[in-house]
Structure formats: C-alpha cells, structure tokens
C-alpha cells in the first residue's frame, strides 16, 4: 500500500498571505495525485487531479506541482472560504490511498 | 447538473447488514468508475471501493474485502455498497464519488454501527 504523509498537519495563515501544503508518497505515484478540500460538515470537493490540473470551477489561485513521490499545493491570497482541511490522494495503484490531511486555519 | 445522491445509512447493530445506494444523475452514469469512500466520525478519508464502468472489476479495501459488496445498475443510474458483518470501526459517513480522480462526490449517508 502506498502510504501518503501530508505536512504540516496544521497550517496557520492570515487572510491574503498564500500557504504551501506538502504531500508524499512512500513511491512513485507518477503525476497520479489529487488535491481535495473539505470544510466542515461538507462532503469533499476536488480541486486538482493530475498533480497540477485544477478541477472544474476551482479559482486560479489553487495551483499544484510534483511528481513522482513529492507534491505541493499552493493556495495564494488566502480567501476566508478556503479555510479547510485538504488531503491528498494517489490513484496510481490500489488500494487507492489519502493522506492524514492537513488543516488550513486562520492565524 | 451533475449529482450523486447517497441513502441507506442508519443504527445497525455488530453483526448486521446494511445496503448504501447512490443515485446518479446529471450525466452519462455508465460511462464512469465509481468509488465508495468513507469517513470515521472526527478521522481523514478512507477509500474503501471500486467498481469499472462495466461492473467487470471491482476492488475493496483490506478492512472490508470479504464483507462488503459493491455492485452498480446502470438502467437505473444506481449504485450500491452490501455491507454485511458490520463492525464498529465502520462507523462512518459513507460518499459514493466518480471516476478514478473522485471529481464528483455525494452528500454522504451515516452508518452508524452500535449495540
């Protein structure tokens, strides 16, 4: 199984800074990586697939780069709707797998 | 638009059975994978099925492999997830979602395993 370890767990940010969320994968996914955001009470939403695609209606300030076992998420000028939790996921092998995930908190 | 709907979910006790379905609508429901992923009360996500397009493959997370069922009816644009000797670590919100890249994802339905 492919264990996917998201850092950091938490992530302090004031409104309009930008944050860097990191997800890696125990081996190569490839760019087989997905970004999902949740908010609480909330089923989750896709935001990349990829590595670096942005889904469908996902702002431009939601960006995504890596390959291989390192991936990063990039979220600039922080919104107050992007206050969240995210995981990543891999889809190269099965059992599909996510990470712990990592919350965006406001600082 | 595109929509997945979940229903099923309730109290069972240990050992019971419960069947999850996940009406689709909004697009061509039998041209897509689709997936069963869950949620522990307070925890992360956890992917616990797969099934092809096709109902030709399916695949199952460990924790459930041999107790829960995943099948699809694409007449009616439905899915489905069997789940049988339940166990209190199911306890969980239960989405259905599509595709390999989970681009589409249900409301979610409360299974809530308890004696």
């Known amino acids: 199984e492919i264990v996917m370890t998201q850092s950091p767990a938490t992530l302090s940010v004031s409104p309009g800074e930008s944050a860097t969320l990191s997800c890696r994968a125990s081996q190569s996914v490839s760019s087989n990586l997905a970004w999902h955001q949740q908010k609480p009470g909330q089923a989750p939403r896709l935001l990349i697939y990829g590595a670096s695609t942005r889904a469908t209606g996902i702002p431009a300030r939601f960006s995504g780069s890596g390959s291989g076992r390192e991936f990063t998420l990039t979220i600039s000028s922080l919104q107050s709707e992007d206050f969240a939790i995210y995981y990543c996921q891999q889809y190269n092998d099965w059992p599909r797998t996510f990470g712990q995930g990592t919350k965006v908190e406001i600082k | 638009e595109v929509q997945l709907v979940e229903s099923g979910g309730g109290l069972v006790q240990p050992g019971g059975s419960l069947r999850l379905s996940c009406a689709a609508s909004g697009f061509t429901f039998s041209s897509y994978d689709m997936n069963w992923v869950r949620q522990a009360p307070g925890k992360g996500l956890e992917w616990v099925s797969y099934?092809?397009?096709?109902?030709?493959?399916?695949y199952y997370a460990d924790s459930v492999k041999g107790r829960f069922t995943m099948s699809r009816d694409n007449a009616q644009n439905s899915l489905y997830l069997q789940m049988n000797s339940l166990r209190d670590e199911d306890t969980a919100v239960y989405y259905c979602?599509?595709?390999?890249?989970?681009?589409?994802w249900g409301q979610g339905t409360t299974v809530t395993v308890s004696s």
């Open positions: 099934i092809r397009s096709s109902s030709s493959t399916m």
């Open positions: 979602a599509r595709n390999w890249g989970l681009d589409v």
